[in-house]
């Protein structure tokens, strides 16, 4: 079966994949993360993976569905398979893990599987409560295009990018949470210099509302 995106892409049709916008340019296409005005700074393809790495902040993003992509931007690829090529660059496995859930074929692996098999310091992340985790889900996940089809009875829609099993930042936010049930740290204002995963320091951003929705 082919899925949306390779409908989209064969048809020649604009569409949206997390904060992507793709049109027809010519015979190839345009990429960027929409709004394109006057001083869009046009990146080549071979720049894109280095330049998606840091926020609009210059921050790091140790995730790369996070929805924190640096805006005014653009893309030219000369043909379908850059383009493909392109948003593997911003969002890796993106297109591949549309296509197999499209087929059936993409395998899923529930959170506490992938928390029980943690080691080291990362071990506690299993210890974390279900509220605690469902929290943790909901927070992280938010942050990211990437809809988790591990849990339950959730599908991806056209438009958003199939997450097979938590990553690591999603387990290492785990791992914080089950230290913050046993000794909650006091709130902090959001701090836009604290990196994105920097979860151990008050004012990251993904902590506080997480604890904020804890004392409500």
């Excluded at 997480?210 to 409500?216: G, I, S």
Aim: a neutral charge; glycine letters at 8%; proline letters at 8%.
């Amino acid at each position: 079966m082919v899925s949306w995106l390779g409908k989209a892409i064969a048809a020649r049709e604009p569409f949206a994949l997390g904060e992507l916008r793709a049109e027809p340019a010519g015979a190839g296409w345009s990429l960027h993360p929409g709004n394109i005005r006057p001083g869009t700074t046009p990146i080549e393809a071979a720049e894109l993976e280095e330049y998606v790495r840091s926020d609009s902040a210059g921050r790091y993003r140790p995730l790369s569905g996070s929805r924190n992509l640096r805006r005014g931007w653009q893309v030219t690829t000369a043909d379908d398979g850059a383009l493909t090529a392109a948003i593997e660059a911003i969002y890796p496995l993106a297109t591949r893990h549309i296509e197999m859930a499209a087929a059936g074929t993409l395998r899923t692996v529930p959170i506490r599987d992938v928390l029980k098999r943690q080691s080291g310091r990362y071990s506690a992340a299993a210890e974390l409560s279900d509220e605690g985790q469902a929290l943790a889900e909901q927070v992280v996940c938010g942050a990211c295009v990437r809809t988790p089809v591990w849990r339950d009875g959730v599908r991806s829609p056209a438009g958003e990018v199939p997450c097979p099993e938590a990553c690591s930042v999603l387990v290492s936010f785990c791992r914080e949470a089950q230290r913050w049930e046993a000794a909650p740290p006091p709130p902090a204002p959001v701090k836009s210099s604290v990196g994105f995963a920097d979860f151990e320091t008050a004012g990251n951003e993904l902590r506080e509302e997480y604890l904020a929705r804890r004392r409500e």
